[in-house]
């Protein structure tokens, strides 16, 4: 619990600390700063740097929509970040959320359109509100929520579920490689300090939209079946992947009240590149069906695979003086991957004008019952600004793929 004064103030101090923007003198610093928390783990892991990264079941659709047309079945993730351990014990970012996905198309729920299905909540904890003359006037709890919803369209994948549904043998167009769109669209309300002794309550409420674009090609992949006759022993896979998306899209305002006016949000713009290799040798596959075990083997592919990733990211918003302002980061990231049980993730964030430089790792492990069911725990631990300790992040996922489990059944 902290006692702060003036109240409004707490939050956003809080915020600038815990991500970089106190280091940019004569800058506004955005309203809703949960809008500019990426709430997967996985990618923190990889330095952020991940609005092309389309493998792994559970792509970043919060750094780019349009991933959500690789999503498959039913997901749910639940993820708690202390934000600032060094400064306040109480401060955190939950997210809840939800993805459903078949077929190409992925949608996203987090609070909308039904209340209670998933969330993102940033809570900037109990504070203790403190007149003019240091009189005590009880305590209440500052926080942002955003609720949203997205969907995405793999237009390769819808193409050859439509083909199939009309009974011909569909074209395998998502082999070779694919386009695919999305769109997020995002309630915000902010709380900031309730009204007390003589000072107007400070909340508010705002609408934004995010939009990308992914493309993939893939020039080799024998996973599905061809490929020359000499890689017939193992097979291979080669993606490399372009992404572009924007996130709260042309500024839009948060509406603070009659009192306080209206406040812009962070708009950002990303550019991602990405290249995926996997690898998965044919006999280690004929030797567990040969033992009876070829669900495992189903279970545990690809044997290896390895992934890389670089984002280019700008920040737009007004300065102090009325005119446009951007900061540039820079973000790259790995990811390896064995047996599809355990993954090792490592990156590096370069935000200097934000005052967060440095490195990010991370790990997962889980199992995927032949694709069908499975769960995954992630770590991370990321860079924040100068002088703050580095952030530590982790999460759960549950999965089940209706669509696989009748297949597989």
Same mark, same amino acid.
């Given at each position: ?11 956003? *101090? $809080? ?78 970012? *939950? ?44 305590? =209440? %709890? ?17 193409? %050859? ?17 694919? #386009? ?20 107007? %309550? ?10 990308? /674009?992914? #493309?993939? $090609? ?13 890689l017939k022993a193992v097979r291979l896979r080669l993606d490399l992947g372009h992404g572009r998306s924007t996130l709260n899209r042309g500024q839009p305002l948060l509406d603070l009240g009659p009192s306080n006016g209206t406040e812009p949000m962070v708009e950002e713009t990303r550019k991602g590149w990405s290249a995926h290799f996997a690898l998965h040798p044919v006999d280690f596959d004929q030797e567990l069906e040969h033992a009876r075990l070829g669900w495992l083997a189903r279970s545990v592919s690809p044997m290896m695979s390895f ?7 700008? %920040? ?12 540039? /980061? ?44 499975? =769960?995954?725990?992630?770590?991370? *631990? ?26 597989? $059944?």
């Amino acid at each position: 619990m902290r006692r702060l004064l003036p109240l409004f103030l707490a939050p956003l *101090t $809080l915020a600038a600390f815990a991500l970089g923007p106190a280091a940019r003198d004569a800058r506004a610093q955005g309203a809703a700063i949960s809008t500019t928390l990426d709430a997967s783990v996985r990618a923190a892991g990889m330095g952020r740097a991940s609005s092309s990264v389309f493998w792994g079941g559970d792509p970043d659709y919060w750094s780019n929509p349009a991933l959500l047309g690789y999503h498959q079945g039913v997901r749910y993730e639940y993820g708690r970040t202390q934000l600032i351990p060094s400064l306040a014990s109480d401060v955190f970012f *939950t997210t809840k959320r939800v993805t459903l996905g078949a077929y190409g198309l992925g949608i996203a729920l987090a609070g909308k359109p039904f209340d209670k299905v998933g969330s993102v909540r940033l809570s900037y904890g109990l504070t203790q509100a403190t007149g003019p003359s240091g009189e005590d006037l009880g305590t =209440f %709890e500052p926080f942002e929520e955003v609720s949203s919803f997205g969907i995405g369209l793999s237009l390769a994948q819808a193409t %050859e579920a439509i083909w199939r549904a009309t009974g011909d043998d569909a074209p395998a167009i998502a082999r070779y490689g694919d #386009v695919a769109l999305g769109l997020t669209k995002k309630d915000v309300h902010v709380f900031l300090n309730p009204a007390l002794s003589g000072m107007p %309550e400070t909340s508010g409420d705002g609408k934004a939209e995010d939009r990308g /674009i992914f #493309v993939r $090609l893939s020039p080799l992949n024998t996973f599905d079946g061809g490929g020359p006759a000499a890689l017939k022993a193992v097979r291979l896979r080669l993606d490399l992947g372009h992404g572009r998306s924007t996130l709260n899209r042309g500024q839009p305002l948060l509406d603070l009240g009659p009192s306080n006016g209206t406040e812009p949000m962070v708009e950002e713009t990303r550019k991602g590149w990405s290249a995926h290799f996997a690898l998965h040798p044919v006999d280690f596959d004929q030797e567990l069906e040969h033992a009876r075990l070829g669900w495992l083997a189903r279970s545990v592919s690809p044997m290896m695979s390895f992934g890389v990733a670089r984002e280019d990211q700008t %920040e737009h918003f007004p300065s102090a003086t009325g005119s446009a302002d951007e900061n540039h /980061i820079d973000k790259h990231g790995w990811e390896a991957t064995l047996l599809n049980l355990v993954s090792f993730r490592g990156g590096h964030v370069s935000d200097p004008d934000g005052g967060v430089v440095g490195s990010t790792s991370g790990w997962g492990v889980g199992f995927t019952f032949e694709g069908a069911a499975g =769960f995954r725990y992630d770590r991370a *631990t990321v860079p924040q600004a100068s002088g703050l300790t580095r952030l530590k992040r982790k999460a759960w996922t549950f999965f089940v793929d209706p669509v696989r489990a009748v297949r597989v $059944l």
